[in-house]
């Protein structure tokens, strides 16, 4: 019956998936993929605070997972350090001193000022991109607009 309700009504509550599935904003591409396949799922709502922030699809997912470039590959502080350095500049154009890279045991931490928060996000990104990075601390902050 309730394949029958579901197949043939023009009712929002009758067609629509319960329970909502969501996702936050932080979650990881793994963490994304593992959510629509268990629950066999296309398009995902984020949530943040208690609030719609956006749709993440499975198109969306596979088409950034096919964007990563596949390259670079770093092992050691150092050579970690030289990788993420070389992605900031190369593909963003940031350079020091606007934001300056450290690297402990894997860890990565961003330090710098820049305009945009997706001039920040960008910079987590490019640097969270290079395998072998175990994490990136973000504290870039936003310049103050007088």
């Known amino acids: 019956m309730a394949d029958y309700v579901k197949a043939r009504s ?7 998936s319960t329970p909502v599935i969501s996702a936050a904003p932080t979650a990881t591409a793994s963490q994304l993929a593992e959510l629509l396949q268990a629950h066999d799922i296309k398009h995902l709502p984020v949530v943040e605070n208690g609030r719609l922030a956006g749709m993440i699809s499975r198109r969306d997912l596979m088409r950034a997972l096919l964007d990563v470039p596949r390259q ?8 970690l350090w030289t990788a993420v350095r070389s ?10 001193p606007m934001v ?7 860890v990565v931490t961003l330090r710098g000022e820049v305009e ?3 001039e920040r996000s960008a ?4 640097a969270e991109s ?6 990136v601390v ?8 007088w």
């Open 116 to 118: 945009t928060e997706l």
């Open 10 to 16: 023009w009712r929002v509550k009758d067609v629509m």
């Open 130 to 135: 290079v395998r072998g990075v175990g994490g």
């Open 123 to 126: 910079a987590r990104v490019a």
């Open 87 to 96: 992605r900031l500049e190369a593909e963003l154009e940031i350079t020091p």
């Open 138 to 145: 973000n504290k870039i902050t936003l310049a103050s607009a």
């Open 100 to 106: 300056n890279a450290t690297v402990s045991n894997g």
């Open 72 to 79: 670079c590959t770093a092992s050691g502080d150092e050579a």
